[in-house]
C-alpha cells in the first residue's frame, strides 16, 4: 500500500473543539463575543498575567503594535530580511523605513551586533523575530534597546510555546506579537494575539483594533483615532480554546520529532542542520539548508514524487520588487541570501508518527542522490 502524502505542516484539531466550534455556529453570535473574551484570558494567564487582546492575524498585531508605540512617517524601524514579508509591510503600513540587518548564520536570527551597528537618532523599534520557534537571545536584545531608549516588538509569530531562560515567550518583555494562522503551533485557522505592556492603555488597542470606536452606556458613540478592521471571530477564538489544552503535549511532540530528525539525517549528505536547542525552541520548523549548487525546484519535485511535502521558509525578502524599489540589492546581506535561497522545510507536526521521520529521511537522501 502506498503511504498518503506528508505535507510540510498539518493542524491537530480534535473532535471536542469542532464540536465547540458547531455550538458557536449555532448560537447565532460568531463574530467577536464571549468566546474572544474567553480566549483573551487563557492568553493572559498563559502569558503570567500580561494583558493580551486578539486580532485576526498575526500582521494586525504587528501594525498595531507599531501605532501604539508612535512609529510614523520619519521614523526607522530596524528588522531582519530574512522573515515572511509582513514583517517588512508593516513597518512600510505606518509610514516608516524599514532598517535590515544581516543574520547570524547559525541561529538564523538577526544578529545584534549589526542590530545595534545600525541604530540612528531616527530608529524608534526593532523588531526581531524568532525565525522557526528559535528565540532571539532576550537579554541582550533588551539590554541594547534599554541602553537606546527604542520599543521592542517582537515577531513571536512563530514562537507560541517556546521559551527564553525558563519564562514563556510573551511572559516578559514589550510588545509580544503570535500569529494564529493554520500552520502555527496554536492555530485559530486565521488569526493572532497581541500582548501589551503595563504603559500601553489596552483600551487605545481595542478602538485601534476596531475602526476606532469608543462606545458609551447610553448608546453613542465617538471615533476618536484612525483604527483598522482586526477583530478575532468567536468561531476562531473557540479553536484556540480549544488548542490551548493541548499546546504543551504539542510542544513536546515537536520536540521528539526533531530529536528523530537529528538521529536520523545522514551527516554524509553535507546538509546544515539549525541549532539543536531543545530547551528554547517550539520547533515549529525543522529547516535545513541544502548543500551548494543543489537545485532546490528539482529537489522539491523530487521529495513530491515520494509523497513528501517540503515548504520554503523563507525567501531573503529585500529581494523582492517591492524591496529592491526602496534600494535594496543582492549582495546587502550576504547570510540572509545565502540561507534564503538553499533552505527547505521538512515536515514536522505533532500528529506525525515516528516512522514518518524515517520516511522524510529516506526520501531526502534519494532525492539528493537522483538530482545531483
Not at 509610514?95 to 544581516?102: E, I, K, N, T, Y
Request: charged share 20%.
Amino acid at each position: 500500500m502506498t503511504a498518503p502524502f506528508l505535507p510540510f505542516t498539518r493542524p491537530s484539531i480534535d473532535e471536542e473543539t469542532i464540536a465547540e466550534v458547531a455550538n458557536v455556529l449555532r448560537s447565532g453570535w460568531i463574530t467577536s463575543g464571549p468566546k474572544v473574551l474567553a480566549f483573551e484570558a487563557a492568553l493572559s494567564e498563559y502569558c503570567g498575567g500580561r494583558t493580551v487582546r486578539a486580532f485576526n492575524s498575526g500582521t494586525a498585531t504587528l501594525e498595531v503594535a507599531l501605532r501604539l508605540a508612535g512609529v510614523s512617517a520619519g521614523d526607522t524601524v530596524i528588522t531582519t530580511p530574512l522573515t515572511w514579508v509582513a514583517t517588512a509591510n508593516v513597518i512600510l503600513e505606518v509610514g516608516a523605513r524599514p532598517v535590515l540587518v544581516d543574520v547570524d548564520p547559525v541561529t538564523r536570527n538577526f544578529d545584534l551586533d549589526q542590530m545595534e551597528a545600525a541604530i540612528t537618532p531616527q530608529t524608534k523599534a526593532v523588531i526581531p523575530v524568532d525565525l522557526a520557534g528559535l528565540p532571539v537571545d532576550r537579554d541582550r536584545l533588551y539590554a541594547i534597546a534599554h541602553k537606546h531608549g527604542l520599543r521592542v516588538i517582537e515577531d513571536a509569530a512563530q514562537a507560541f510555546g517556546a521559551s527564553w531562560q525558563g519564562n514563556r515567550i510573551g511572559s516578559t518583555g514589550d510588545f509580544v506579537s503570535f500569529s494564529f494562522h493554520a500552520n502555527k503551533n496554536l492555530t485559530t485557522s486565521e488569526g493572532g494575539a497581541l500582548v501589551l505592556p503595563a504603559d500601553i492603555d489596552p483600551g487605545l488597542c481595542e478602538r485601534l483594533r476596531l475602526q476606532g470606536v469608543r462606545r458609551f452606556p447610553d448608546g453613542g458613540m465617538d471615533v476618536d483615532v484612525l483604527g483598522g478592521k482586526f477583530n478575532l471571530t468567536d468561531i476562531a477564538a473557540t479553536i484556540g480554546l480549544g488548542q490551548m489544552k493541548h499546546i504543551e503535549t504539542f510542544t513536546a511532540r515537536r520536540r521528539e520529532l526533531a530529536r528523530g530528525y537529528f538521529a536520523r539525517i545522514d551527516p554524509a549528505l553535507g546538509l546544515e542542520l539549525p541549532v539543536a536547542d531543545f530547551a528554547n525552541s517550539n520547533w515549529h520548523m525543522f529547516q535545513v539548508l541544502l548543500p551548494a549548487g543543489t537545485d532546490r525546484g528539482r529537489f522539491i519535485a523530487a521529495m513530491k514524487e515520494k509523497g513528501i511535502g517540503v515548504g520554503v521558509h523563507y525567501p531573503a525578502l529585500h529581494l523582492f520588487s517591492l524591496y529592491r524599489a526602496l534600494g535594496f540589492r543582492e549582495g546587502d546581506f550576504p547570510h540572509a541570501e545565502r540561507i534564503g535561497a538553499a533552505t527547505v522545510t521538512l515536515p514536522l507536526f505533532p500528529a506525525m508518527l515516528d516512522g514518518d521521520t524515517d520516511r522524510v529521511c529516506t526520501a531526502l537522501k534519494a532525492s539528493l542522490s537522483e538530482i545531483a
